[in-house]
Structure formats: C-alpha cells, structure tokens
C-alpha cells in the first residue's frame, strides 16, 4: 500500500476519532483532554498494530503458507474480533500495579502521567517499526506509564515486584521460547525427516503433532484470548484443551493417512502436512492478541477517563463501546498500512522458514505461555516469538556444522578410497536413517584416523564449516532494541510530563 494511501487512511482515522468524540464528551469538565487522550490512544493502537500484530503472521509468510497480502487480512480480522469479543474487560497499566495511583497525586497529575504516557509509546513503538525491531508494547506502556510516575513522585510511587517480574519476563520468554521451538523442530527431524520412510513417519507423528498443537492452543486460548468473559484455571483449560486436542487427532488422523499415499516421500511433502494447522494457529493466535494487547492502546485512556471521576454521565451507555472501538480498529489498522516492515523482518530476515519451522515457532508461544502462567511469571508474546525464531535458527546452524563435520569424518576415514568411492559412501550415508546415521559414524569415530583427530581439531573443524543461518545485524539490533524499550519510553514520558506540567493551564 502507498504511503500516500496510509497517511490518507490514518487520517481518515484520527478524525473519525475526534469527530466521535462530541458525543461522548458530555459531563467531562475539560472536554478537550478526552479529546486529546482518545487521539493518542489511536495513535498507540496504530503503532501496536505496525510493530507487535504482525508477530503472529511472520512466520506464515516467511515459510510462504500465505501471501504477505493474505497474511495481513487474515490477522486483522482475527485481531478486530479478539479485541471486540473478548476484550472488554480492559485494565489499564496504572491498575496492573506499576505505579501506586495514590501517590501521584489528584487527577490532574494522573491525567498529565497518562498522557505523557501514551505520546512516548506510540513514539519509540514508531521509531521501532521503522528501524524494523519488533519490541514488546507491554515492556512499552509499561515503560512509559513507569517514567511519567517517577517524575510525579519519584521511585517510592514503583510496585517493584512487579518491575522486577517484568525484568524476569524480559530474560525468561525469548530463552523458553526458543528452547522449545528448537527441541520440537529436533523432535521433528529425528521423528520424521531423518527416517529414510518420511511418508511413513509423518503418518504416526503428524496427526500426534497436530493435536498437540490444538490442545496448546486451546488451553492459551482460555488462558489468555477468552479470560475476559469466561476466567478458567490453567488446569481447567489444560483439561479442555486435552479434550479438544484428543478429537482433533481422532479426526485428523485418517486425513494424514489418505494424503501421506498420495504424496511423495519428500521434506516438501511433510512440510504441506502442517499448511492448514498454521493458518489456524495464525487465526488464533491473532484472536488472542487483539483481546489482550487493546488493553496497552486504550488502558491509558481508560484511566484519563476515570481521573475525571465516576459519576453517572462519565459512564454513559456508548461510551465504554467507543473507548474500545478506538483500540479494536486502530490496531489491525496500524497491521494493515504500516506493518510490512516488521513482518518482512520476521519472515525472512532472521532466518529461513518452512512450514515445520512455522509450526514450531507458533506452538512454542502457546506452550511458553502455559509453562509460565504455571510458575506465575508473566511473558511478552513478542519476545516469545522472536526468541522461537532465533532458537530455530541457532539449531540450524548447530546440525548443520555437524553434519559438515560429519562429512569431514568421513572423508578421512575413507581417505585411501577415490573420490567416487568416498562420493557413493555419503550418498549412502545421506540416505540413511537417523539410527544407521549414528551407527556409522560411531564406527568411524572409533577408528584410527578419527582418533588421530584431536580435540583442537575438532574447534577448528567446528569453527572451519559453521554456518552462520541467523543473521547476526537483525539480531544484534533486536538484542538491544529489547534492553533499552522500557528506559527509553521511561525516559520519554519523564520528559513529556516535565514539559506538560510546565505548560499546563
């Protein structure tokens, strides 16, 4: 899409936002603030959109189950119905516990704090589109509402538990997520593409897969996409789920089966296995996003309004569903014009994909997610899906050195033999399974010329055929853009708030 069509269609927006506002105004004694705040509020919905939607679609497009085009429809319309269905029940970041609200003072600084608040997020979550970093909005508005409250009333206003579970998340999400994209892609590899019967083996472990993915997905659902109208214990929606995931493998079970006869035995053909799971996952996972994440674009507002007071008027009929509607168009808008940058960068520009890949990255967020709630740490979807990303791609690398270590083994062990010789002996080898694999390479590793091989010249062969899958720019920048999120939107906000309250009115 032009930019000349996204600024007409973001403007098209924020007028709509401000034209709205006349009839939900009534009552308020500084109409214009309401005003004001509803406009940020849009305008940090359309940067969660640009910078954080597109999460879920990334790896979609990257291993080509869908076209960019397709991937961005397919998310927002999920992204627009989690926000409208599921997420009323919105509670903004003042209320999460940051900051003591009792100690910033009468409404006017809680407004002044919101405000500042809202300007730094949309701010750096642009400046992070635009410099193609995926970031967390929650470590965002977090960040900001943190900075503002702090200038307010210095460090004694900061939950510091919860900063310190936020600090947590920071570390633990990306590391979980990627420990499990890269055990269920080995897990895959060693099950079903290293099996010289890859159609065989896809037809014993697909449909297991596949129902693994329906019960993590079902219980994240609960857990995360649905709390706002129906609250389930974990256990609660790991049963239903188990329920969910043992009738999707009744049922998909058969279908495998008919298709694994059909097609051949190839890697392509046991990646088109997981095409319909991966736009499911994609549907939900964009469902659960726009439940939860409306909350970072409309939470701040939602607490200018109520600095306001509670009085009858401030409550009218309307207005909650037009504080909501600001979140549930703005965000799978802001996916639509604006998030190219960042779904290009996940697709491709850490590293390769395919649809075993995808399958991995987007069932490690769920089960991240379900792993955590169980030991009641809070995780950024985000850092989740990026750190699968990275995970899959480190692991990459790894089996990949060592199979070229491996070649080198043998080329040694076979070194008296012609080339066409040792040639026919990997082609062998490569044809083997995953067990015969190991058998012969445990046989040349025990003979003398593998043993002449020293544990130096093991490194250098290590370091010799390394190949480096993750590109290391797009992850440093990633790396740093995550540590520096929540000081940078602290410190904007700070500086925001100085300058509002020295010229407010």
């Known amino acids: 899409m032009s930019l000349r069509i996204s600024g007409f269609l973001t403007l098209l927006f924020m007028l709509g936002i401000a034209a709205s506002s006349q009839f939900y105004t009534d009552g308020f004694e500084q109409p214009l603030i309401l005003v004001v705040a509803a406009l ?3 305008y940090v919905a359309l940067n969660i959109g640009a910078n954080d939607a597109g999460n879920n679609i990334g790896p979609l497009v990257g291993s080509a189950v869908i076209s960019l085009a397709g991937a961005m429809l397919l998310a927002a319309v999920f992204e627009m119905a989690g926000a409208l269905l599921a997420g009323d029940e919105v509670i903004s ?10 100690l910033l003072g009468d409404s006017q600084a809680i407004i002044k704090v919101m405000l500042s608040a809202m300007l730094a997020s949309a701010l750096w979550l642009h400046v992070a589109t635009l410099s193609r970093m995926p970031v967390s909005t929650t470590h965002t508005v977090v960040g900001g509402v943190l900075g503002a409250g702090i200038a307010v009333g210095g ?7 919860l900063l310190g579970a936020i600090t947590v998340s920071w570390l633990v999400s990306p590391l979980l997520g990627s420990l499990i994209a890269a055990f269920l892609l080995y897990l895959i590899k060693r099950t079903i593409t290293y099996q010289t019967d890859m159609s065989r083996a896809a037809e014993k472990v697909v449909p297991l897969l596949v129902a693994m993915m329906a019960w993590s997905f079902t219980s994240y659902l609960l857990v995360k996409g649905l709390k706002a109208s129906w609250r389930v214990d974990l256990t609660t929606a790991l049963l239903c789920g188990l329920s969910v995931g043992t009738g999707v493998f009744l049922i998909s079970k058969p279908t495998i089966k008919q298709r694994t006869a059909l097609l051949p035995n190839t890697k392509s053909a046991v990646n088109r296995h997981f095409n319909l799971p991966l736009l499911l996952a994609a549907s939900l996972l964009s469902f659960a996003h726009g439940s939860n994440d409306v909350a970072n674009a409309i939470g701040p507002l939602i607490a200018v309004k109520e600095a306001f007071g509670q009085t009858a008027e401030l409550n009218a009929p309307g207005l909650a569903t037009w ?7 703005g965000i799978p808008l802001g996916l639509v014009l604006f998030g190219k940058r960042l779904i290009t960068t996940l697709a491709s520009e850490i590293t390769e994909l395919d649809q075993v890949r995808a399958f991995c990255i987007v069932t490690s967020v769920t089960i991240t997610v379900l792993l955590a709630s169980q030991l009641g740490i809070p995780v950024s979807s985000t850092h989740t899906a990026v ?14 050195t060592r199979y070229a270590v491996s070649l080198e083994m043998i080329r040694r062990h076979k070194k008296d033999q012609n080339e066409a010789e040792i040639e026919a002996f990997i082609a062998r080898f490569d044809a083997s399974s995953f067990r015969e694999k190991g058998l012969l390479l445990k046989q040349i ?4 010329a593998a043993m002449a091989i020293s544990n130096k010249d093991r490194k250098d062969l290590d370091k010799l055929y390394r190949r480096e899958l993750v590109t290391r720019s797009t992850f440093r920048r990633i790396i740093v853009a995550w540590f520096i999120t929540l000081p940078v939107t602290g410190l904007l906000a700070s500086l925001f708030y100085w300058l509002m309250d020295s010229l407010w009115m």
């Open 323 to 329: 504080l909501l509607l600001i979140g549930a168009i």
């Open 155 to 161: 460090t004694l206003v900061i939950n510091w538990k």
């Open 40 to 42: 940020l509020a849009g």
């Open 93 to 102: 970041t003042i209320k999460q516990g940051i900051v003591d609200r009792q």
């Open 387 to 400: 750190g699968a990303i990275f995970g899959i791609g480190f692991l990459r690398e790894i089996l990949k």
């Open 445 to 448: 590793s025990q003979s003398e």
